[in-house]
């Protein structure tokens, strides 16, 4: 069992920085691919970013690429979301999401675990 809690969501301005942070418990986090996902008032969950067991490789959305960075520390057990240049259409809920494999780390339904959420408003 792995448990995700998400942290370092708020409130930014349009072209500002936030970084999110998903602490896991459990000893199987290095076996885990990552995944952020996020959720718009009225819009259906989308894939945000994803990262290897080892953190050799990673996968983004095209609307945050070149913006987000995701990044793991397999000694504190977190993975992290680096967000730059911020947009208001960035403000969603945003979801720390694990799952064994990398093939499917765009599908929601693939990932076996998921934080709570941690909101992100993003000002104009």
């Known amino acids: 069992q792995v448990q995700l809690v998400e942290s370092g969501g708020g409130l930014a301005q349009a072209g500002g920085s936030l970084r999110l942070s998903c602490a896991a418990s459990?000893?199987?986090?290095?076996?885990?691919?990552m995944g952020w996902f996020r959720q718009a008032p009225g819009k259906e969950r989308e894939f945000v970013a994803a990262?290897?067991?080892?953190?050799?490789?990673?996968d983004f959305a095209e609307s945050v690429k070149g913006r987000f960075t995701i990044s793991r520390n397999i000694y504190r057990n977190t993975v992290y979301l680096q967000m730059m240049s911020l947009k208001p259409e960035d403000t969603a809920v945003y979801y720390c999401?694990?799952?064994?494999?990398?093939?499917?780390?765009?599908?929601?339904?693939?990932?076996?675990?998921w934080g709570q959420g941690t909101q992100v408003t993003v000002s104009s």
């Open positions: 999401a694990a799952t064994p494999v990398w093939e499917t780390r765009v599908v929601g339904s693939a990932y076996d675990y």
């Open positions: 459990g000893r199987t986090f290095r076996g885990l691919v």
């Open positions: 990262i290897t067991q080892s953190g050799d490789n990673t």
